[in-house]
């Protein structure tokens, strides 16, 4: 591997580097070019397939087209109450303000969203959010905006690095030195020289074996951040879609959009009972429908009426799927019906959920305008990630930025559905910015040293290199069960040492897994790897979430149930510790800013007046 | 779950062969989910492209018993059980190793494509646009970029015309902007002499192969034919169009790469 080693890698030099090209990735690097800073953006697959492309619902934005009485402040309290409170105030709170905005300037690059009577854009109901306020295109409103964001991006002044995977954020002497990647195709490594780095690399659900996310979510950001000195917050919530099909074996996971149910459609238990309205939490009763008339009135328009309980957050939903299915009232594949057949005519099912009418007939064989479909909770989205300030996106290392999915502390314990895809415009705007502020001013980057490149260089080649060895993609599927077995959707004490054990048990066939063949486009060799990442998501989530001894949003702990008022104001905080291994602190959250605090806790009518 | 065959096209640019392959299949799996068996068992480092897995992406377009298609959609009972499936890359692309085509190709055509240019509006005001208006523009907004299409047409895939023409997926993107009701650009000029709009013959190959269901011959380029057909080859037209024509968009030319 001699040509490899530094002395003759290959140096790229930009002042901006952008990790992950998804949704978050390209709007930053939009927002750093914008500032006349010369931007790459590195990612594992081509331009325009990462993870944004499924996202299906819509993108939440209080514009106020559909219902008037909608305005930031309505969404803020929505996203904050989704988030049972543990959000950091001033995300969701510039979350609220931005978002607008950026779905009308993505409007202008192009975007072509669905639309009112009136020629605006259109907003669509989804679970937790007070009025229609996802801005969508049918079921395809990711594809929408990475194509948007891709098209606009690839006239600015930005360089697309595809197919190269990022192992190290180079730091010499404590200062950011750049990015080590090797090229997926020939297996080269190339260094590229910056002094600012935006991690967008998504969640890491395939740590998970039933998930909704692609195999290039398996953590990378928060692995480079956190080996970088960066820290991760949050890591416990994970959130479980509460619908994802769970029918053939191998599309086990695959998401169902929420835009089935903000259409009508019902969740209905072996038993043809209309479950959710079992399973409406107190905090939600005063403004979700207690029978099935009222909700029947709030579906045909009626204003006065309440929201079906099928709306209510994903953490809700999925646990009641969840114990649905473990009482014995379950579909005849371990999940629940999921209905719309009967509340919709078939042509406007084809209409406005195309793809999800595509993605059952060839996939399962269903026709989801005749009958129901069968769905179950699934690993989607990780609420938690790497810490950042709120305005900057800036981590706890000068330099390195994150923000979409890898970046925490927007949603709390929980997401609401729709806010990602508003959470990446507007974050991945802001990391752009406080990039470019950031370097104002900066001047020198430090030299990579040869002995920090040769040393990551020999770790990533190790797997080549060595003459036998665990197979990769089997040492990735004990992952996966270790994480479906004891850091599912329900959590206890035994479970997760249990877990966590495992998991340091798997460290070891990590290190020592086997790649056969070469270097060049060799996915066994990626799958590799990629364990590393996996295996740093997978411990700090069982250990965020075996600290939290309560249940709160996403994390559900049978061992302690209910929200506990002391975990009301305490974070649990992951970093390397100085010997390597991997520290859990408790720190409590900051008095939230009042003005913010009286409008989470306002009434409803105190914010309809629209205070803008 | 039952034993299955393959031929999985194994090699790089230099040069390759078909392997045979035999793994378990089960209920409702995937040609992509063969591949994954057949990568986990016995070929770690056979080269496929995929990411989601729900026809969502684009990523995994590839040639099944002869046929292009996205492996993530095409399920294993489609296939009689006792014959050997046939699994190779796109024919048209240039090869990078196995089953994955070097696709760069069509990223830099759309790069000459001069991009959307809305119609000024106030600040904080979003474009007014009925939806019987962009009900067309959606339609080519659902391509995922599979470049099945390309792989597909004649012009590209046989008489190696890349020079003159942009294919099909391109000229739905260009149609994308032509028809976009707050476009203020006019691409009729490019659309013929730049890209190459007289180039397809109507064999709609493309539209059969496309997993959007896209009409892209019906909808997309013979629209763009008649609107360049229109403006240089219909004599009144053109007469009228000298004398008369208020220009409402503004000529561009391609871009340079």
């Known amino acids: ?612 | 779950m039952s034993l299955r065959n393959f031929k999985i096209w194994r090699g790089d640019a230099d040069g390759g062969e078909f392997k045979d392959y035999a793994v378990e299949c089960g209920e409702g799996m995937v040609v992509l989910d063969a591949i994954h068996r057949v990568q986990t068992e016995h070929a770690g480092g056979l080269a496929v492209r995929w990411n989601c897995k729900a026809g969502k992406c684009g990523s995994c377009g590839m040639e099944i018993d002869g046929k292009p298609k996205l492996a993530c959609m095409t399920r294993m009972s489609d296939y009689d059980p006792e014959a050997t499936v046939k699994i190779q890359p796109m024919k048209t692309f240039p090869i990078v190793r196995d089953l994955v085509a070097d696709v760069s190709w069509n990223y830099e055509q759309n790069k000459r494509i001069p991009p959307f240019q809305p119609t000024e509006t106030s600040k904080g005001e979003g474009l007014v646009m009925h939806q019987e208006d962009v009900d067309r523009v959606q339609e080519f907004r659902k391509c995922i970029e599979c470049f099945l299409c390309q792989d597909v047409c004649h012009v590209l895939r046989d008489h190696e015309k890349e020079e003159d023409f942009v294919g099909p997926r391109l000229m739905i993107r260009l149609a994308g902007l032509e028809m976009h009701p707050a476009d203020t650009v006019d691409r009729i000029p490019i659309i013929r002499k730049d890209f190459g709009s007289g180039l397809c013959n109507i064999t709609r190959c493309c539209t059969d192969v496309c997993p959007e269901h896209i009409g892209i011959t019906d909808n997309a380029i013979i629209p763009l034919k008649e609107r360049v057909v229109d403006r240089y080859y219909d004599p009144i037209a053109w007469v009228l169009g000298k004398v008369f024509r208020r220009r409402k968009k503004k000529i561009v030319k391609a871009l340079e790469v």
């Open chain 1, 1 to 612: 591997m001699g040509l490899n080693l530094s002395s003759d890698i290959q140096r790229i030099r930009h002042d901006v580097v952008v990790i992950g090209a998804g949704g978050a990735g390209l709007r930053a690097a939009i927002s750093s070019s914008e500032r006349g800073l010369n931007t790459g953006v590195v990612c594992k697959s081509l331009l325009g397939k990462a993870h944004t492309v499924m996202a299906e619902g819509g993108c939440a934005a209080a514009l106020g087209n559909t219902d008037p009485r909608d305005n930031w402040k309505v969404h803020f309290r929505d996203t904050m109450r989704g988030g049972k409170f543990l959000n950091q105030w001033q995300m969701a709170e510039l979350h609220a303000k931005h978002a607008p905005d950026e779905v009308r300037l993505l409007e202008k690059w192009g975007a072509v969203f669905d639309r009112t009577k009136d020629g605006l854009i259109g907003q669509r109901n989804f679970g937790g959010h007070r009025y229609p306020r996802l801005a969508h295109v049918g079921d395809r409103t990711g594809l929408e905006m990475i194509r948007t964001l891709q098209d606009h991006l690839i006239h600015q002044k930005v360089q697309v690095h595809m197919e190269c995977t990022a192992l190290r954020i180079v730091k010499e002497k404590g200062k950011l030195a750049g990015v080590l990647a090797y090229w997926r195709e020939t297996g080269r490594f190339v260094l590229f020289e910056c002094n600012a780095v935006i991690l967008a690399t998504g969640g890491g659900g395939k740590a998970w074996r039933i998930t909704s996310n692609s195999w290039e979510y398996t953590g990378d950001g928060l692995e480079l951040a956190y080996e970088a000195g960066a820290e991760l917050l949050n890591m416990e919530f994970t959130q479980f879609h509460p619908t994802g099909m769970v029918w053939p074996p191998s599309v086990r996971g695959i998401l169902v959009t929420e835009g089935v149910r903000g259409d009508g459609g019902i969740l209905l238990n072996s038993e043809g009972e209309r479950f959710m309205f079992n399973y409406i939490p107190e905090r939600f009763a005063s403004e979700t429908a207690d029978t099935e008339e009222e909700a029947e009135r709030w579906l045909d328009g009626d204003k006065e009426a309440r929201r079906p309980p099928e709306l209510l957050t994903r953490d809700v939903v999925a646990r009641a799927i969840t114990k649905e299915v473990q009482e014995g009232r379950g579909s005849p594949h371990g999940g629940v019906f999921l209905d719309i057949a009967s509340r919709r005519p078939a042509e406007v099912i084809r209409k406005k959920l195309p793809s999800m009418y595509h993605q059952f007939k060839e996939l399962a064989e269903v026709d989801i305008t005749a009958e129901p479909m069968e769905v179950g909770p699934t690993l989607h989205y990780f609420m938690g990630g790497i810490r950042v300030d709120s305005t900057t996106q800036m981590t706890g290392v000068p330099g390195l930025f994150a923000c979409g999915e890898c970046s925490g502390g927007m949603h709390g314990a929980n997401r609401l559905g729709g806010n990602s895809l508003s959470d990446l415009l507007v974050f991945g705007m802001l990391a752009g910015e406080g990039a470019a502020d950031y370097l104002d001013g900066l001047e020198g980057v430090p030299e990579a040293s040869a002995e920090t490149l040769d040393g990551a260089i020999r770790e990533a080649t190790a797997p080549l290199n060595r003459e036998d060895g665990p197979n990769p993609y089997l040492v990735h599927e004990d992952l996966q069960a270790i994480m479906n077995d004891g850091v599912n959707i329900v959590r206890d004490k035994e479970g997760l040492e249990k877990s966590i054990q495992a998991i340091e048990d798997l460290k070891l066939q990590v290190a020592l897994v086997k790649a056969h063949g070469s270097s060049q486009y060799n996915p066994g060799w990626h799958e590799a790897i990629s364990l590393v990442p996996l295996l740093v998501t997978a411990e700090s989530v069982a250990r965020s979430a075996l600290v939290r001894e309560e249940s709160r949003g996403a994390h559900t702990r049978a061992d302690f149930p209910g929200e506990q008022e002391d975990w009301q104001t305490r974070l649990v905080v992951i970093s390397k510790s100085e010997d390597g291994s991997m520290a859990v602190r408790q720190e409590s959250t900051q008095e939230p800013p009042s003005e913010l605090s009286k409008i989470a806790h306002s009434s409803l009518e105190d914010l309809e007046g629209g205070v803008k």
